[in-house]
């Protein structure tokens, strides 16, 4: 499950960025006027999400659709993608967090902190079964090639783990993968056997070969390395951490790490375009940092979206056609103030 700053935390931090700001020195009158610079995301739409409490963890996306778990309120919301609309929502599931589609086996499957793991049918959302995971499961990601599901469980030393599931049979495997401690965000590489896990306990990432089945350990500085994304063409795997607030950056060849840049507090999720160079990093602090790769050991800030205190579970599942390059934010129930999910726009 992943941990998260109080909301009295993020507000002082907000507080004192406002501060910051506003005692920098501004340009003088007579400086001549710069070039307007597009932003990298514009915000195109928001979709209500009236009657969702308390707050969410994952995204996933599957057949023209956007599915958002809705940890606080026992449900996963659906979103239809180019209606841009709430299209149905299936309750019932305690404390959902990671969620993930097969298009192949056409079933969304949805894993419960309190120990299972939901697979429903893609088109009528009836549940089809629930498999049991000891400690939990979080995390989960989809590997089209074996038509396998991969799941972060585990809470303890010696349960936690990267388990899967044969998607077309809802079976659970013998492929296990016990890491000593409890998992994060971790990613798949597409073409390669290795799976990389943020494993926050251990201050470590851990590097899983499919083929030979042996781990590997890399440190990590800093602590609370939660969100992770992989730019498996440059062999670079990025990752956010919380203390201090960083983006670092690890060469996949050496497990060096080989940049490390600040970012916003309390990062819940981040994402790498391969089209665009970029990163996009959303925070609890209240805003989404955006980054330019100019080579892949180096990143620069170009843009702070302002967000919503609160607000740091995110999607971005790349290009979905031409025109079509959509950034997803969720943003929880205020006292006055229905749940939304707004859309972003992606721009060069």
Same mark, same amino acid.
């Given at each position: &499950?992943?941990?998260?700053?109080?909301?009295?935390?993020?507000?002082?931090?907000?507080?004192l960025g406002?501060?910051?700001?506003?005692?920098?020195?501004?340009?003088?009158?007579s400086?001549?006027? !710069?070039? *307007?610079?597009?932003?990298p995301?514009?915000?195109?739409?928001?979709?209500?999400?009236e009657?969702?409490?308390?707050?969410?963890d994952?995204? *996933?996306?599957?057949?023209g659709?956007?599915f958002?778990?809705?940890?606080?309120?026992? /449900?996963?919301?659906?979103i239809?993608?180019f209606?841009?609309?709430? /299209?149905?929502?299936?309750?019932?599931v305690? @404390?959902?967090q990671?969620?993930?589609?097969?298009?192949?086996?056409?079933?969304?499957?949805?894993?419960?902190?309190?120990?299972?793991?939901?697979?429903?049918?893609?088109? /009528? %959302?009836?549940?089809?079964?629930?498999?049991?995971?000891?400690?939990?499961?979080d995390? &989960?990601?989809?590997?089209? *090639?074996?038509?396998?599901?991969?799941?972060?469980?585990?809470?303890?030393?010696k349960?936690? *783990?990267? $388990?899967?599931?044969d998607?077309?049979?809802?079976?659970?495997?013998?492929?296990?993968?016990?890491l000593?401690?409890?998992?994060? /965000?971790f990613?798949l590489?597409? @073409?390669?056997?290795?799976?990389?896990?943020n494993?926050?306990?251990?201050?470590?990432?851990?590097?899983?070969?499919?083929?030979?089945?042996?781990?590997?350990?890399?440190?990590?500085t800093?602590?609370?390395?939660f969100?992770?994304s992989?730019d498996?063409?440059n062999?670079?795997?990025?990752?956010?951490?919380?203390?201090?607030a960083?983006?670092?950056v690890?060469?996949t060849?050496?497990?060096?790490?080989?940049?490390s840049?600040? !970012?916003v507090?309390?990062?819940?999720?981040?994402?790498y375009?391969?089209?665009?160079?970029?990163?996009?990093?959303?925070?609890?602090?209240?805003?989404?940092?955006?980054?330019q790769?100019?080579?892949?050991?180096?990143? @620069?800030?170009i843009s702070?979206?302002? !967000?919503?205190?609160?607000?740091g !579970?995110?999607? %971005?599942?790349?290009?979905?056609?031409?025109?079509?390059?959509?950034?997803?934010? $969720?943003?929880?129930?205020?006292?006055?103030?229905?749940?939304?999910?707004?859309?972003?726009?992606?721009?060069?």
């Amino acid at each position: &499950m992943r941990k998260f700053c109080s909301m009295s935390s993020l507000l002082a931090l907000a507080v004192l960025g406002v501060a910051c700001n506003s005692s920098q020195s501004t340009a003088p009158a007579s400086a001549p006027p !710069t070039a *307007a610079v597009a932003p990298p995301m514009i915000l195109t739409a928001t979709v209500p999400l009236e009657g969702v409490k308390g707050r969410f963890d994952h995204f *996933a996306t599957g057949k023209g659709r956007v599915f958002v778990s809705g940890l606080g309120n026992n /449900s996963v919301e659906v979103i239809d993608l180019f209606q841009g609309s709430r /299209s149905h929502e299936i309750t019932g599931v305690p @404390n959902p967090q990671g969620v993930t589609f097969s298009p192949e086996a056409n079933k969304l499957f949805v894993a419960s902190e309190k120990g299972k793991v939901y697979i429903y049918d893609g088109d /009528s %959302y009836k549940l089809i079964t629930t498999l049991d995971f000891d400690g939990g499961a979080d995390n &989960m990601r989809y590997d089209p *090639a074996t038509k396998r599901v991969y799941v972060g469980c585990g809470d303890s030393e010696k349960n936690a *783990a990267i $388990a899967a599931i044969d998607a077309m049979t809802n079976k659970r495997l013998d492929e296990v993968y016990k890491l000593g401690g409890e998992p994060e /965000s971790f990613q798949l590489e597409k @073409n390669g056997p290795n799976i990389y896990v943020n494993v926050p306990d251990l201050k470590q990432i851990v590097v899983i070969n499919r083929t030979t089945k042996e781990l590997t350990r890399w440190p990590v500085t800093a602590g609370q390395n939660f969100p992770m994304s992989l730019d498996e063409a440059n062999h670079r795997v990025i990752v956010g951490t919380r203390e201090p607030a960083t983006l670092s950056v690890f060469d996949t060849a050496t497990g060096k790490m080989v940049a490390s840049v600040p !970012t916003v507090q309390d990062t819940d999720d981040l994402y790498y375009s391969a089209e665009r160079k970029r990163v996009y990093v959303p925070g609890r602090a209240g805003e989404i940092w955006v980054y330019q790769q100019t080579d892949p050991d180096h990143y @620069n800030v170009i843009s702070k979206i302002p !967000t919503v205190v609160g607000a740091g !579970t995110a999607g %971005y599942f790349g290009r979905q056609g031409k025109g079509f390059d959509r950034f997803y934010l $969720a943003v929880s129930a205020g006292a006055n103030t229905n749940a939304e999910v707004r859309i972003y726009t992606l721009q060069d």
